[in-house]
């Protein structure tokens, strides 16, 4: 069963340093997502690709955060510098997206865990 | 402003017990419900989507329910195992262009031997 790959799984890094996570969506997959979670609150919307393009960054820190996704498939989220507050789950997410259907069945990655000292 | 609100914030429960997740929203225009199981340090993963016209939705053990009138939502587990100890996740999508989804902070939810 095709799956959504994301690298590292665990990431330590010290505050000021940069860092950056990768997702490879399912293929076919037109959407792509990146989430922030922290322990014990639900995912929170940081990005929203579809293929190639930014649809939804509203909530992304655009002072610290960047993401891309150049040739429509895998992305990179980037972190620069990394702040204490940034400690979190970073949840990657495609879905296949069907105009006219409102089923946007999203896949979840296994996340990378963050920390920063 | 669209919410999604789930309880209780966690639970504990012994194995073989039955046990019911519930979920409110305001989100509107409403699209789907979906229900998510996040085992600690993984991605969450579907348990059941429902749309506005689907009262309830079963998988396995796992059976969720929708008023569309209320806005409630329910997600009831029948004869726990150890395995069912995990993070459960209500996401509701708008029906707006794109499909924006808002997802509740989840139950955590404990099975004992």
């Known amino acids: 069963e095709a799956e959504v790959a994301q690298s590292p799984r665990y990431k330590i890094t010290e505050k000021s340093q940069a860092v950056a996570f990768w997702c490879d969506p399912i293929s076919g997959h037109a959407t792509l997502y990146w989430y922030r979670q922290i322990l014990g609150q639900g995912p929170e919307l940081l990005v929203q690709?579809?293929?190639?393009?930014?649809?939804?960054d509203s909530q992304l820190p655009k002072d610290r955060f960047s993401a891309e996704r150049l040739k429509g498939v895998d992305s990179t989220l980037k972190i620069q510098p990394a702040e204490l507050g940034d400690s979190a789950m970073y949840l990657c997410?495609?879905?296949?997206?069907?105009?006219?259907?409102?089923?946007?069945?999203?896949?979840f990655g296994p996340g990378t865990r963050l920390t920063v000292t | 402003k669209n919410q999604v609100e789930q309880s209780p914030q966690s639970l504990i429960i012994l194995e073989g017990k039955n046990c019911t997740l519930q979920c409110n929203y305001t989100v509107s225009p409403f699209s789907n419900l979906r229900w998510y199981k996040q085992d600690t340090g993984r991605g969450p993963v579907s348990l059941t989507i429902m749309t506005f016209s689907e009262n309830t939705k079963s998988n396995g053990r796992y059976t969720a329910t929708l008023d569309a009138d209320t806005k409630q939502s329910s997600l009831h587990i029948t004869a726990s195992q150890l395995s069912d100890s995990a993070s459960y996740i209500c996401?509701?999508?708008?029906?707006?262009?794109?499909?924006?989804?808002?997802f509740g902070a989840g139950t955590r939810l404990f099975v004992k031997a």
């Open positions: 997410a495609s879905s296949l997206n069907i105009a006219g259907q409102g089923h946007y069945e999203q896949y």
């Open positions: 690709f579809q293929d190639e393009s930014v649809v939804d």
């Open positions: 996401v509701v999508s708008e029906k707006t262009g794109g499909f924006k989804t808002i």
